[in-house]
């Protein structure tokens, strides 16, 4: 391996696949009944609306900043541009935790998924971690996922973004199919009441709307591609396209909270381990439930490969520009890959998947900090840049208050619960990036000397 360029090599449909891959996961399974009890369908519905719209506003900062900073690859490079590199590293470094929690987070949503299509194959209890047992089928799902998306990623970004285009095409098209049979075969009548709860419908509009920010996490995984584009898209090219990624998102949820709402009663969506699934199931037998699972599972693949490729790039650039140790920037000789850093990227993302199911919420939570920092600092940096224009101003105002808001909240539940996972996770973290950080100037200097 050696230091140098990427390879250019992904078109506009990897881009697309990319940015649209990471944002839907597999987690809609399991919480859109919970969207559904709390604010009614047309409350949770209306929540993803306005929720998307504050999203777009965000997405045309970071088409801007892109445009503006052609030489920087997301969060990292926006930042340290307008506010130096100490500031663009913690913003960073927290971005990373996203994509690597996406990671850690897909391998153990897969091994559950898996074990509820087919449950002889979980195998015999090898560990326990934080209370939940850590069975074969866990181990090997993490472990196998982790090694084939770190040597698609490795092999190369084309090979990466086709893999990303085939798994997001397959993903449309069963979203469709359970979402055509929960509106043809269930009931409107199931529809009813339609926002929640009764005489205070903006309180459970409130209570979904400041979760959503979190379910349009890793668009930005696009920004972290430009640099391997054969053809950068311009301004007005990539924020039509960042804009169409987030409301495509916000349709998907839409669309799914309103399939599931009229499949099944409200009742039978409050007993259920899986709502979506319960949902299908009741309006189109078992077989409408396996298309579901199957496409959660489609959807978590796509979002763990996307991940991958975004955390590997965005670790190569900090390594690149000096905020992280120099071997993490090497390119391989033959595939035009950030190969050290795809490396470290999946032996990471691997030792956090072996932390078993019981981590699952921690991840969720830490990623959505860290995501929403980074959100917030690319909205602060087109406040900070010169001749920035009105509307984008305008949109970096409420895109950094709303989503201030929502880290306020993330940190306000962790303080009146138990938490102690999220935080000894999240200060690990931080610490290691600490001493990264120390490690990089130390390196800068001697090599100064």
Not at 70 to 95: D, K, M, Q, T
Not at 317 to 332: K, N
Request: proline share 4%; aromatic share 8%.
């Amino acid at each position: 391996m050696s230091e140098g360029a990427l390879k250019r090599s992904l078109g506009f449909a990897h881009l697309a696949a990319i940015g649209m891959g990471t944002t839907i996961g597999v987690g809609w399974i399991v919480v859109t009944g919970g969207w559904i009890m709390e604010a009614g369908p047309g409350g949770a519905a209306l929540a993803f609306a306005l929720g998307g719209a504050v999203m777009a506003l965000v997405g045309l900062c970071y088409a801007d900043a892109a445009s503006r900073l052609p030489n920087a690859s997301g969060e990292y490079g926006y930042v340290s541009a307008a506010f130096g590199r100490s500031a663009g590293f913690a913003v960073g470094w927290l971005a990373l935790l996203g994509f690597i929690g996406i990671c850690c987070f897909e391998g153990l949503a897969l091994a559950w998924l898996i074990s509820v299509l087919a449950p002889d194959l979980a195998g015999p209890t090898l560990y326990t971690s934080l209370g939940v047992p850590v069975r074969v089928l866990d181990l090997c799902v993490v472990a196998g996922g982790a090694l084939f998306f770190t040597t698609v990623n490795y092999a190369g970004a084309r090979e990466s973004g086709q893999v990303q285009v085939v798994v997001t095409a397959l993903k449309v098209g069963l979203s469709l199919a359970f979402i055509v049979m929960g509106l043809s075969l269930g009931s409107t009548a199931n529809l009813a009441p339609a926002f929640e709860p009764h005489g205070a419908p903006w309180q459970g509009v409130a209570a979904v709307l400041v979760v959503v920010p979190a379910w349009f996490c890793g668009f930005n995984a696009l920004p972290q591609a430009l640099e391997e584009a054969k053809t950068r898209p311009g301004r007005a090219v990539l924020a039509a396209l960042l804009i169409a990624v987030i409301a495509l998102t916000a349709l998907f949820y839409m669309a799914v909270i309103a399939a599931t709402a009229a499949a099944a009663p409200r009742v039978a969506l409050a007993g259920s381990e899986l709502p979506v699934v319960a949902a299908i199931e009741a309006v189109a037998g078992p077989w409408g439930g396996r298309i579901v699972l199957i496409t959660g599972v489609v959807a978590l693949l796509s979002a763990w490969n996307a991940a991958m490729f975004a955390a590997s790039r965005l670790l190569f650039t900090l390594a690149r520009d000096g905020s992280a140790p120099t071997f993490l920037a090497s390119v391989h000789a033959k595939h035009g890959t950030p190969g050290s850093a795809v490396l470290f990227v999946g032996v990471t993302a691997l030792a956090g998947g072996l932390m078993g199911r019981a981590f699952i919420e921690p991840l969720i939570q830490m990623g959505a900090i860290g995501f929403a920092a980074a959100f917030v600092s690319t909205c602060l940096v087109c406040l900070k840049l010169p001749k920035t224009g009105a509307f984008v101003r305008f949109s970096a105002v409420v895109g950094a208050l709303a989503l201030a808001g929502v880290i306020a909240l993330s940190v306000s539940d962790m303080a009146q619960r138990d938490a102690r996972a999220e935080l000894t996770a999240l200060g690990g973290w931080l610490v290691l990036g600490a001493l990264i950080w120390i490690a990089a100037r130390l390196g800068g200097a001697r090599r100064a000397a």
